[in-house]
């Protein structure tokens, strides 16, 4: 009775093993910190942000100077002249607030450059886990330094066809 018990636990588990998927977890701020050129790279973007806001501050200033000046001396203009000068200093502030949004605004000129300096040493990292996923066999790969998101998962693993097969949705397919 203790063998066949035996058996029927030593094949149930491995069934388990065979069904279960191998994971394993990364740590991709950690990774990229480590790397010489991701740290280059975030080195040259830090210059670059540091030199465009103090551009920006450079027409704020400007602005605030222009402000103070108009304080000073509206009690001396006439009304002319202080609708011109709250034109010159709304221009001036709108330039710099557009000045602004340019360089780091969504999608501004820091995005585009952390696009071009930062994505290939994510790319070489991403292929570095996807060379690892497949020789160790790895299923799924999480990443711990982004909430435990996944980094990496076979597609084999992936149901999303089944589930609209079952909510009788015909699956356009998988690229």
């Known amino acids: 009775m203790k063998k066949i018990f035996l058996v029927l636990i030593a094949t149930v588990g491995f069934m388990a093993a065979a069904n279960a998927q191998r994971y394993c977890v990364i740590d991709s701020k950690y990774i990229l ?3 010489p050129e991701y740290k280059q790279a975030q080195a040259k973007l830090d210059e670059i942000s540091a030199q465009w806001q103090k551009e920006i501050d450079a027409k704020l200033q400007e602005v605030d100077r222009m402000y103070k000046a108009y304080q000073s001396e509206q009690v001396m ?3 002319d002249m202080k609708k011109k000068r709250d034109d010159e200093i709304i221009k001036k502030e ?3 607030k557009d000045l602004q949004k340019k360089k ?8 585009k450059k952390r696009q071009e300096l930062v994505k290939p040493v994510q790319d070489k990292v991403y292929n570095a886990v996807q060379k690892m996923a497949a020789s160790k066999a790895y299923d799924v790969i999480f990443d711990k ?3 435990l ?8 693993i992936d149901k999303s ?5 079952e909510l009788g949705i015909a699956s356009p397919g998988k690229k």
């Open 33 to 35: 910190e480590n790397l």
């Open 77 to 79: 203009l006439s009304d």
């Open 94 to 96: 709108k330039e710099a």
């Open 104 to 111: 780091f605004g969504f999608e501004g000129e820091l995005f």
């Open 145 to 147: 330094s982004a909430d």
């Open 149 to 156: 998101s996944i980094f990496y998962a076979d597609m084999k």
């Open 161 to 165: 066809d089944e589930i609209l097969k």
